[in-house]
């Protein structure tokens, strides 16, 4: 009990919350109880002011100028790209393409690797609790190529399984594409188990962080995940901006996703040569500010020690599941044994929307709806939950006033 | 026949009994029963031609032309939408269909539930009122 009295008063979650200017705010005339973070997180105010200093101080188009700005914001952009690198524990730099986001991260691989390797009855493995980002690309390059959707399926708990995984396998498996984390359960799948036993079948794997990057510590290298995409916006930094990791030996083998500036070696209308990695796959003048301040969110989450806010959260999620589950008539949606702060559920008798419209009088701020993951829904047999997700700021108080607030929507609407 | 109230004076109703509620838990009680109270579609009705989908909730639109007057019925999955389904009913329902094309509901924006409205809600909220008004240019045109 020391122990842990100690770890609590040494994650300084105050200090921490005054570097997020929007926790400040008021909603409804309350103050505003921030629990959508698997949306979205909010932003340290490191992050703000890159977004700010960029425009002010040396606005200008990369990789192309000669020109003073031109130079400056070329190597603060490339600094995103080497600091992400670390962040991931990737072994070469052009390994890291910049993208907007974990959908198009995904889109690209579908796209471009799919079009090239994938070809009629070969399979794609992906799995029931997919965001939608995860499933649609691979439906239109299966199409395309003829190729056949496969989808591991769930336990009632919200956890894969892995058996049947095993017996999708085959030598027809091309790539499975699975979730690190489930944004609408929280459940953390054994993502080194899957790429194994992928691997050992001869499939590529891509791993969608979009959920786990904020929570989890990645090391793509240990992982050994041969794709790995990420939003930055999930990750405290600016919204626009991703990650695609991908190992050089597959990135080299792929054509380009998207044809413009910045890819090409030399345009002739005969043929165009490629440019290398990763500019290969860097079509177009790309979220240059974002990018530049996404490296702040990386050093914000370096400065904090990653331990004290894993355990931090994770205490949050064990406080936040007995209090939520403790209010009579709610059914917890997810409870795998291995999770991140999501917390989902249904009060039995009410729609999730009116739950949500309820708390947001109340100045909470959660998601209701399908979370993008129809098929999970319709697995789960429910229209979509109540979704309360945490990060490293919220605090025991803010689960309390969850609660509370819960209980209220529950006697107005019962 | 009497005739019905306008769409105006209705809407001046609904915007003196809201001015009534001192905070935001009288007004959603209030809206949350006249959900409650709504009369349930029949299932006949709960077809998917009737169907307005918003993202989230369900709502069910079906409507008719008598003595020059529209009646709708209306219905959703989501007891709020419900309340909300209801007031517009109260507004529309027995109006011509040259009234229901003019009228701007003001009276939404001044009992503070514009934001119902927005297309962020996706509560089929806004495309419902977008149907009433469809069908009102409809049974319009026809009778014309
Ligand atoms: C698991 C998962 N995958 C993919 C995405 C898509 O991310 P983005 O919209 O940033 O591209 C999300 C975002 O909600 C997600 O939670």
Not at chain 1, 71 to 95: D, I, P, S
Request: with cysteine; aromatic share 6%.
């Amino acid at each position: 009990m020391e122990a842990v009295k100690e770890k609590i008063q040494a994650y300084n979650v105050t200090a921490l919350r005054n570097k997020f200017p929007v926790l400040n705010v008021k909603v409804n005339r309350h103050p505003l109880v921030y629990l959508d973070n698997a949306a979205t997180t909010q932003k340290p105010e490191s992050v703000i002011k890159a977004l700010e200093s960029y425009y002010k101080n040396y606005n200008a188009n990369i990789h192309r100028g000669i020109h003073h700005l031109a130079e400056k914001a070329t190597v603060a952009f490339e600094e995103t790209r080497t600091e992400v690198q670390k962040f991931l524990n990737a072994a070469h730099r052009e390994e890291i393409i910049l993208t907007k986001g974990t959908t198009e991260s995904i889109n690209l691989v579908a796209s471009s690797w799919g079009r090239k390797n994938l070809k009629e009855n070969d399979e794609v493995i992906i799995s029931t609790m997919e965001h939608h980002s995860n499933i649609v690309p691979w439906q239109l390059i299966c199409e395309e190529k003829k190729a056949k959707l496969k989808v591991i399926p769930i336990s009632d708990e919200g956890e894969l399984d892995l058996e049947a995984f095993r017996s999708l396998l085959s030598p027809k498996t091309k790539m499975v594409s699975v979730v690190h984390v489930s944004n609408s359960l929280g459940t953390i799948n054994p993502v080194e188990e899957i790429i194994e036993m992928a691997h050992a079948a001869g499939a590529v794997v891509l791993i969608d962080g979009a959920q786990s990057t904020a929570h989890l510590k990645i090391d793509v290298a240990r992982m050994n995940c041969d794709f790995f995409a990420l939003s930055a916006h999930k990750v405290y930094g600016p919204t626009g901006v991703g990650v695609l990791y991908g190992k050089k030996e597959i990135l080299e083998e792929m054509p380009p996703y998207q044809g413009g500036g910045e890819m090409i070696g030399e345009v002739k209308f005969e043929k165009t040569t490629y440019n290398e990695l990763p500019y290969k796959f860097e079509a177009g003048t790309p979220n240059i500010a974002g990018v530049i301040a996404f490296r702040e969110a990386l050093f914000f989450l370096n400065a904090n020690n990653h331990t004290l806010i894993h355990e931090h959260e994770q205490r949050l999620l064990e406080y936040a599941t007995k209090k939520i589950s403790s209010v009579d008539g709610i059914r917890l949606i997810g409870t795998a044994k291995s999770k991140i702060g999501v917390i989902s559920f249904l009060l039995n008798g009410a729609h999730p929307q009116d739950v949500g419209v309820l708390l947001d009088q109340q100045g909470i701020a959660v998601r209701t709806g399908h979370h993008c993951t129809q098929p999970l829904m319709t697995r789960l047999g429910i229209p979509g939950t109540v979704r309360a997700s945490l990060a490293m700021y919220n605090t025991h108080e803010e689960i309390d006033l969850l609660t509370e607030a819960l209980l209220k929507a529950k006697k107005m609407l019962l | 026949m009497i005739e019905p109230l306008s769409i105006g004076k209705i809407e001046q109703e609904i915007i003196d009994d809201f001015s009534l509620f001192d905070n935001w838990e009288e007004k959603y009680e209030y809206i949350i029963d006249m959900g409650k109270k709504l009369p349930p579609l029949d299932d006949i009705h709960k077809k998917e031609e009737n169907i307005i989908k918003g993202c989230q909730s369900t709502v069910w639109l079906v409507a008719e032309q008598k003595d020059g007057r529209i009646y709708f019925k209306a219905d959703s999955d989501a007891v709020i939408v419900k309340g909300l389904i209801s007031l517009l009913i109260r507004v529309l329902s027995g109006q011509t269909a040259t009234d229901i094309l003019e009228t701007k509901l003001d009276f939404i924006n001044k009992i503070g539930m514009m934001q119902h409205l927005a297309q962020t809600r996706s509560n089929g909220l806004l495309s419902m009122i977008k149907q009433m008004k469809h069908y009102a240019l409809a049974f319009n045109t026809v009778a014309s």
